[in-house]
């Protein structure tokens, strides 16, 4: 099956390079928006397709821990986790998460246990969860993450600042925000729980693609954008994060880079994770179905994950303590 | 009007990774008797006729059964049969008759992946759709109108409704049981008894139902069942102790029937074909609006006789609306029926095929350009048609004004909401249209002025059983479903 087509190769003699999108205001229909996204539910993914599917889907993970009582001992089962997600051998094998995700304190632990391995550390930072903090001290925030090992970071959007219409300041914050990743990679959370409205959804994701591709030259996956912080119900939902893939998908339609997307909090079944999957193939293409293009962020979804991979390879469901926690 | 330009560039480009979805065939068993009686007086028996035809699968052209032909003689003893049964259904007890309708339903319901796969196996339509949209659908024919069996009084409040008598009931392929359904239901509320004749290459689901029929105890005679063809569907229309004709159907035999009921007492309703407008303006979600393109012309092959296959685009955004319509082609799976995850099945017949072709040639001999994307090999065997789309259309041209019963559909633009109007209006039809746009007082305003029974809004091929559906103009008259369907089963 094909993915989007490159840019300035759509309609040529027609002069239509998408964009003429960048400056008008998409407006999503909430009933049909949320019908598309129940359509992927109704793919039946099985035997072959499956298998992939849910290994591809344990690549894509960003092993999550954000709690208050964190300690570097459940940061490191975390890392090991994330590294070794089942001990056992397994044909065909089981692949390491994406990323291990943590509070800035705990970034140093995890830096320590993943380096080398390929697994990423990513790190939450710019006052998270709230944001409700001076730009200064959420800029210094980001760089004492980097500082401490994370090559990737979370950012939360002022959220009070785009529901009041201020939308420069947010871009403006997502750009010196960007800057002071310095190389790392940039997840920008929307929290959509809090913006409520599917036009709001797809007003922040433009703003937040725009304002980081506005600062410099990016490349594929520098950036993502993320739906939830996780603090926040509704977490993740299919509708919202289609509204959220069909932003990227106009954006790589009119400059040809791709922004990342990460759905995070509420997704903890294999089952629904495959129909993300889906989602993300019949709105991107397959391009987006790599670690460098799309994560998860979720903690309990490994395990089912695993169980599920295994039930196809052995034929056999195993009980939930079979498998580590963290 | 601005010409949409054609596509130059490669299909396809080469995704960089690969996942596609591993075959998911829906195994349901269904068991098919080699040979299929008539229904008449509540048994299954041989035709009088002697004639027999074979019913296939569109996907596989492998023979499923082997239907009988009514003739003159089977439809009069089917007419009989139902004459009699006339008189006891009326003066059962409204409540009891409801209690028939609801019986019906829940069988409907309990025997759904059944019907589903069977409906596909005769049919060709995707089991994605025969299970999510048919079967419900049918079913819910069913609840809904046994639910008005025994309050018609307040249906009709003061008019003292009272049945027809017999109803000759015809119905088309492309949705065999959920028409059964919707001819069926109300008539039967309304205390008629029915002859019901199935189009010729699906009769199989209907046949299922009238075991269904029998396993709720239904009244000998009240439904009957005779399988044919045009001929048989003729001497239907024409006996003389039928008091009302429903049908589905082409215009061109909409037409035929009308004229042979002329001047008799029967009362007709017709539900013919379109050539449905869906008129997209620039303050559309145009995202949304893409998803309902799809749903308006590749639902069920374009075997719709709502279908919007006419595709009116303001000019300012004709050029995002085709290029995601292309992308979006790209996800559609047509192949096997029984697959789970195919969106688009086999043509139903060798000769609906032809005529699909036949239209596509002559878009493309007028000028108009065709689109399809081009992703995956068809199955050898069976008939088949992928979805395509026409840019560069003229109102004039064939495939502008006729209708296809197809997936194909005719993209054209326009600049102000005045000629959107008098473009979607510029058709004999008049069945249904299509509105998207996210300004609340656009809708209302041009929805008051376009000719047609159903107008959607932000959606397409949405339908409720208590939402009447029908057309005007050539798209016939009457309606089916919600209390204004009803009115067609009653005399005052």
């Known amino acids: 099956m094909g993915g989007l087509e490159a840019p300035h190769r759509v309609f040529p003699a027609h002069g239509y390079t998408g964009s003429m999108q960048a400056d008008r205001n998409h407006l999503v229909d909430s009933v049909m928006v949320r019908q598309r996204a129940a359509s992927f539910t109704k793919r039946s993914i099985k035997a072959d397709a499956k298998t992939e599917g849910l290994r591809l889907a344990i690549s894509m993970l960003d092993l999550t821990t954000l709690e208050g009582k964190d300690s570097p001992e459940k940061v490191r089962a975390l890392c090991r986790k994330a590294i070794t997600p089942y001990e056992a051998p397994l044909n065909p094998s089981v692949p390491s998460v994406a990323a291990v995700c943590v509070y800035p304190s705990h970034v140093r632990t995890a830096a320590k246990m993943l380096t080398g391995t390929g697994v990423h550390v990513a790190s939450v930072a710019t006052g998270f969860p709230s944001g409700q903090f001076p730009l200064e001290v959420r800029l210094r925030d980001v760089t004492a993450a980097v500082e401490a090992g994370a090559d990737e970071i979370d950012m939360v959007i002022s959220r009070g600042a785009f529901l009041a219409g201020r939308y420069g300041e947010v871009a403006e914050e997502i750009r010196q925000v960007w800057q002071a990743c310095e190389g790392a990679h940039l997840k920008i959370i929307l929290e959509t729980g809090e913006l409520e409205t599917y036009d709001n959804v797809r007003r922040a994701s433009d703003l937040a693609i725009e304002a980081v591709d506005s600062a410099g030259v990016l490349q594929d996956g520098d950036v993502f954008i993320k739906t939830s912080t996780g603090k926040i119900s509704p977490a993740a939902t299919m509708p919202v994060t289609l509204v959220m893939l069909e932003a990227i998908r106009d954006h790589f339609l009119s400059t040809g880079i791709r922004i990342g997307m990460k759905p995070a909090g509420g997704i903890r079944t294999a089952k629904s994770a495959l129909h993300y999957l889906v989602m993300v193939k019949e709105t991107l293409g397959d391009a987006w179905l790599t670690p460098d293009l799309f994560r998860f962020g979720a903690s309990s979804l490994t395990n089912d994950l695993l169980r599920q991979l295994l039930k196809g390879i052995t034929g056999q469901y195993m009980a939930m303590h079979d498998f580590s926690e963290a | ?492």
């Open chain 2, 1 to 492: 009007m601005k010409p949409i330009a054609p596509d130059t560039h490669e299909h396809d480009a080469s995704p960089t990774g690969e996942w596609d979805y591993s075959p998911a065939p829906e195994r349901t068993p269904v068991k098919i008797e080699e040979s299929h009686g008539l229904f008449i007086n509540g048994t299954m028996r041989a035709p009088k006729s002697r004639k027999r035809f074979d019913t296939i699968n569109p996907a596989t052209e492998q023979v499923l059964s082997s239907i009988a032909e009514a003739g003159a003689k089977d439809v009069d003893d089917a007419v009989q049969a139902a004459k009699a049964a006339q008189g006891p259904w009326a003066r059962l007890k409204p409540s009891e008759r409801a209690k028939y309708l609801y019986r019906i339903a829940r069988r409907m319901q309990e025997r759904s992946r059944e019907l589903a796969v069977l409906e596909t196996m005769d049919g060709g339509k995707p089991i994605k759709e025969s299970r999510d949209v048919d079967l419900p659908l049918a079913a819910q024919h069913f609840f809904y109108h046994a639910g008005w069996a025994d309050k018609l009084e307040y249906a009709f409040p003061g008019r003292n409704p009272k049945p027809l008598g017999v109803c000759g009931q015809i119905i088309p392929w492309n949705f065999p049981l959920l028409m059964a359904a919707w001819k069926l239901a109300p008539a039967l509320a309304c205390g008629n008894t029915c002859v019901l004749k199935p189009a010729e290459t699906t009769s199989l689901t209907a046949l299922k139902l009238a075991e269904i029929l029998q396993e709720v105890d239904l009244p000998p005679g009240v439904v009957n069942i005779v399988t044919g063809a045009g001929d048989t569907g003729a001497a239907l229309a024409e006996h003389p102790d039928v008091r009302k004709v429903a049908f589905t159907g082409s215009t061109e035999v909409g037409k035929i029937l009308a004229r042979s009921v002329a001047g008799s007492n029967k009362k007709l309703t017709l539900e013919l074909g379109g050539k449905s407008p869906n008129i997209v303006f620039a303050d559309a979600a145009i995202d949304q609006a893409v998803e309902g393109i799809v749903s308006s012309i590749w639902f069920n092959q374009g075997h719709v006789c709502c279908a919007g296959s006419r595709l009116f685009v303001e000019e300012s955004i004709v050029d995002e609306v085709v290029d995601k319509l292309r992308h979006r082609m790209q996800s559609l799976r047509v192949g096997d029926p029984l697959d789970k995850n195919t969106d688009v099945g086999a043509i139903n017949s060798a000769g609906q095929l032809e005529t699909i072709e036949r239209y596509v040639d002559a878009g493309e001999h007028e000028g108009a350009i065709m689109h399809e994307v081009n992703n995956q090999p068809l199955p050898t065997k069976g008939y088949w048609h992928r979805p395509c789309f026409f840019t560069g259309v003229q109102p004039s041209h064939l495939i502008a004004r006729e209708e296809i019963f197809g997936p194909v559909l005719s993209v054209m633009t326009f600049r102000t909401p005045e000629e959107a109007i008098s473009r979607a209006n510029n058709t004999p039809y008049g069945l249904a249209a299509g509105i998207w746009t996210n300004t609340g007082s656009k809708i209302f305003e041009i929805a008051r002025k376009l000719d047609a029974g159903v107008i959607w809004c932000n959606t397409y091929n949405t339908f409720d059983a208590a939402s009447p559906f029908g057309g005007f103009k050539e798209s016939g008259f009457g309606r089916e479903g919600g209390r204004h369907g009803l009115q067609s089963y009653v005399k005052f």
